[in-house]
């Protein structure tokens, strides 16, 4: 079974910018949750999506945003790119939602913002 | 709200040694608790896990004990390898926060030849 995958794996954008990250989960999950990873800040929850729904939701500003789409596929947007955005973002899936079942990371995506 | 302190690396150690990685948490209810691994330039995997009170998560050598009274999650192994090398994180989920994982800030872990 093919793990979870995030696209594009590294990408430069320029502050001021928006950009658009993926994620595929393992075939049947339906549970996607983000996380940022930073040296400063550690990692940290930006939200979840279960059945196209945002059931969870983090402290970042609302220039993050996200969706989930129909085939459990996620994308995260981040408009208005800052310095501060440069961070490894994490993608994770599972079976469910609700209770606790285990979450599958993928590489993530290396952001630089210039 | 929920948190979770892990001790700060790095950590060296030589090959064969005993590893022992602190963690406490904070936790309203009865939090789910977990050690990840991250290698570098890959994702986390899970290593271990707990779910309840006294239970002892175990994996490729490494365990780590739930202990409400003293709301610690601490990893061991008892021989470390070079392999091991890695950033190690305590983390937490509350009963009802689905997929929401609370890191710790991670301790890396070097192992010498």
């Known amino acids: 079974k093919a793990g979870v995958t995030q696209t594009p794996r590294y990408l430069i954008k320029t502050r001021g910018q928006q950009v658009t990250l993926s994620c595929s989960p393992i075939?049947?999950?339906?549970?996607v949750s983000w996380y940022q990873q930073t040296p400063g800040q550690g990692l940290q929850f930006l939200f979840e999506?279960?059945?196209?729904?945002?059931?969870n939701k983090g402290n970042f500003p609302g220039r993050f945003s996200g969706r989930q789409f129909s085939n459990s596929r996620s994308e995260m947007n981040v408009s208005t790119l800052e310095l501060g955005d440069s961070a490894l973002y994490l993608c994770?899936?599972?079976?469910?939602?609700?209770?606790?079942?285990?979450?599958?990371f993928g590489p993530g995506t290396r952001l630089t913002v210039t | 709200g929920d948190s979770v302190t892990q001790m700060e690396g790095p950590v060296t150690l030589s090959e064969e040694a005993f590893l022992t990685i602190n963690c406490t948490y904070t936790a309203t209810g009865y939090p789910s608790l977990f050690w990840y691994v991250q290698y570098p330039g890959e994702g986390l995997q899970l290593l271990l896990k707990?779910?309840?009170?006294?239970d002892k998560g175990s994996n490729k050598g490494f365990e780590a004990t739930y202990r409400k009274e003293t709301t610690s999650f601490h990893l061991e192994k008892g021989s470390v390898q070079v392999s091991d090398s890695a950033v190690y994180f305590c983390?937490?989920?509350?009963?009802?926060?689905?997929?929401?994982?609370?890191f710790g800030q991670g301790t890396e872990l070097s192992v010498k030849p």
């Open positions: 999506y279960f059945s196209e729904t945002q059931r």
């Open positions: 707990a779910t309840k009170a006294d």
């Open positions: 994770a899936s599972s079976l469910e939602g609700t209770g606790w079942y285990e979450q599958y």
């Open positions: 075939s049947g999950h339906r549970s």
């Open positions: 983390a937490l989920t509350g009963g009802n926060q689905g997929g929401k994982l609370i």
